[in-house]
């Protein structure tokens, strides 16, 4: 196996991003001009305003939508479209609802062409991880809103991406839940050595789960701030480092 | 009895003698069925001693005793049953032809938006023109034959069937589309693997308002031009003043209208297991 090519698994370039959108016959910039740099099996955050391009940043990410100019690449090839080198998992879960828990974890697989015995094997390990293990057979409508995004979590594990794309997977969540999925996420990060993109809208979870958070400004002339998150883990929401850290970030939205 | 058996330990539930049990549940079935059968079979009963009493006039409502005499003999005796078999034959060919033709290119049509916004007009036009209406013209390109009955009751049940298909598949959640995208899926993956099992249920609604509509029309149609079949029967019976058997032919378009709704219900059921589970 190529060394080099190894180290750079699941590692993201941004170059000279660009993309807008039409309203009302006027082209409005939401992305100018974007350099970045992940990391294989670095946490990265995306915050901003609503309107700031956040999830424009990650669809396009993900191969779902096209930047106007400049290019993504991943372990140095351009990004064309989707790819199996990524997963996505959204705000919603996105389940099928005529199929079960398994049948759902292992929709990816069988997309990608292996029989559905291989695949139920896989995503019955995934399935536990995310702690569903008893639920293999129940149907969406029988989930919580919790358990139905863990089985969103372990679809987009079960394929074994290098890179994990997150839109605000917790923000539908109740605040307990959200509290015990962020430490799954950290756990599951942490475990699969993957690169996480994760646009959220909760500064502390953004500083809880990330290395690095990449603020997106809407004002006009504004520049995008990366902000390391230098903080050891397992974090602790309330100890000091952490309190000043949140308070950093909401000084970058002139929040006190 | 209920306090006791609230607060009992296991060993005292045991001492519940067992057939007592038994006829408990079989008191709580027995008022289910009661709530929901009771109306009907209180409506029965009162037709059937209306007309014996003359309540009710028995020469246009015969009891009932003698509307299921008259269907027996022509069940048994074998006078009915060549009316059951073509009738059967008209409705169940039209409703095939209609299922085989309206469910494929109804799922072509959702898919592909230009053709779906370029037939939309004509189909709503064509739909909002009553079948019967058309009978006439089928009958004058037809002839009065078997074709133009089977094509009246084709044509009426096809517009249901397609528009409730091209509603499931124009319907399909675009996000679970998105979702399948991400995992590399092509466009016949997410046809197969999405929008046809998100269809289904659609699907069935226009299949069970076209068995509604098979049967009505399959009627109208023996009423005017047929010598044979359940409908012609209702009619015939008329004429010739024998209102037991057009009570029995009726008795039995009915029945066979509750079969065919069952036995799509039935298999709505199995294949859309996931749509009725609720919490």
Known sequence: MNVVEDTRRGEVTVRDLSKSFALNGQRLP?????????????????????????????????????????????????????G???????????????????????????????????????ARHYIRLVGLGDFEAAYPRQLSGGMAQRVGIARALTVQPEILLLDEPLGALYAMTKL????ELTRIWREEKVTMVLVTHDLEEAIYLSDWVLVLPKAKGALPRLIEI??????????SRFVAMRKRLMAEFGLH | MTFQSLDSSPVASVEVPPGAAILRRGAVAARTKFNRYGLLLAFLAFWQIGSTQGWINPTVFPPLDKILAA???????????????ISLQRSGLAFAAAVGLAIPLGLFMGQIRAVEQALDPILQFFRQTSALALYPVFILL?????????????WATLFPILLATIGGVKEVDRKLIEMAATFGASRTTIFRRVVLPASVPSIFVGLRLSATTALL????AEMIGANKGLGFQVMNAQYNFQIPQMFAAILLLAALGLTANALLVTLQRRLCRWADLTH
Not at chain 1, 67 to 81: A, K, N, Q, S
Not at chain 1, 96 to 106: A, C, E, I, K, Q
């Open chain 2, 71 to 85: 269907t027996w003999e022509g069940l048994v005796g074998g006078a009915l049953l060549d009316d059951i078999a």
């Open chain 2, 217 to 220: 029309l399959l009627i109208a």
């Open chain 1, 230 to 239: 230098d903080l050891p883990r397992p974090r602790d929401r309330s100890e």
């Open chain 1, 180 to 183: 015990t999925m962020q430490e």
């Open chain 1, 84 to 122: 199996t080198e990524r997963a996505v998992i959204f705000q919603e879960p996105r389940l099928l609802p005529w199929l079960t828990v398994l049948g759902n974890v292992s929709f990816g697989l069988t997309v990608r062409g292996l029989t559905q015995a291989e695949a139920e094997t896989r």
């Open chain 2, 142 to 154: 037809l002839g009065l034959g078997e074709a133009s009955k089977v094509f009246v009751i084709f």
């Open chain 1, 30 to 82: 939401v992305l100018r001009n974007l350099q970045l740099d992940i990391r294989g099996g670095e946490a990265l955050a995306i915050v901003g305003p609503s309107g700031c391009g956040k999830t424009t940043l990650l669809r396009i990410l993900a191969g779902l939508d096209r930047p106007d100019t400049g290019e993504v690449l991943i372990d140095g090839h351009p990004v064309r479209g989707v």
